[in-house]
């Protein structure tokens, strides 16, 4: 096992002994309502709840472009093949493709939007670059479930992110009803910080994209948590958009809707938290899931 930064580690887990809630030791809002387009209600609001909610933050034509480039992408053998899509083993569905930011140019461009991108800084109040990407797939009648999670946890772990100063942004590329499985947030979860019991396994990452096995968070936790802070579900129109702090906890539901749902996610670090060595992995996962360029975003 490696330990990362050198030196203390401020959010242990995934060693021996019980799981724990920490608490979290860094600030959540680093820029102030001049340093950008969000207003300091807002700024508050993701403070405090840990998201923040963006009505339209793309236009229609917008959104059908990256549904078109989406469709493309999913019914391309070469991408389904790829390492970094991945398939559900039952019903061969994509559900998720990552690094697309990287691979499509439609997807580029949002990822260097200055609407998504200036935001991204001002929370994060430093230069940022891409830590991940990804557009998450949920067909109707059959999409599947994420699990309840602390993003944070995984990537500090297996990434070596070292702080949490990580920003996501989801846009729905298709209207996210509160029946089709949009993303729920238990807000406030934030300010603590869950360490995990399992150690992880060697290339987790293979196993752990369909179905999370380390990074875990003990269910008695998940449940005082949610008793104490209570679950949002992000329902919003295609082309609106969620920015959620690295440690909210989250997940979604399966879709057994007719209706799909669809969301790409984009993960901005702050150039002052690079990733170093995994804090509780043998190595590093592959750059498409932590990236390891750190050129900030132009
Ligand atoms: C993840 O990809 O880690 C998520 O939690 C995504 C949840 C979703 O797509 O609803």
Known sequence: MTAGFGGEDLYPTRVDGDAAELPRQDR??????ADGPLDQGLLDGFD???YLVLENLITAEEVDGFRAELARLSADPVVRADERT?????????????????????????ARDPRVVGRARQILGSEVYIHQS??????????????????????????????????SVSISLTDNYSFNGPLMIMPGTHKTYVSCTGRTPNDNYRSS?????????????????????????????????????CNCMHGSNGNISPYARSNIFLVYNSVENTAVEPFAAERARPDFLGSRDFTPVG
């Not at 991945?86 to 949002?110: C, N, P």
């Not at 059959?142 to 699990?147: H, L, P, S, Y």
């Not at 679950?231 to 082309?239: K, R």
Request: hydrophobic share 40%; charged share 25%; glycine share 14%.
């Open 209 to 245: 994209l369909v179905m999370q096995n380390a990074g875990t968070p003990d269910e008695d936790i998940l449940t005082r948590m949610a008793d104490v802070h209570g679950i949002d579900v992000l329902a919003g129109g295609a082309g609106s958009a969620v920015m959620f702090d």
């Open 28 to 33: 959540v809002v680093w820029g102030g309502a």
């Open 48 to 50: 405090r709840d840990g």
């Open 134 to 167: 990804r557009v998450n797939l949920k067909p109707g009648f059959g999409g599947g479930d994420f699990a309840w999670h602390s993003d944070f946890e995984t990537w500090h772990a297996e990434d070596g992110l070292p702080r949490m100063r990580t920003v």
């Open 86 to 110: 991945i398939v559900e083993g039952s019903s061969q569905q994509v559900r998720t493709i990552f690094d697309v930011h990287r691979s499509s140019e439609v997807f580029a461009r949002i």
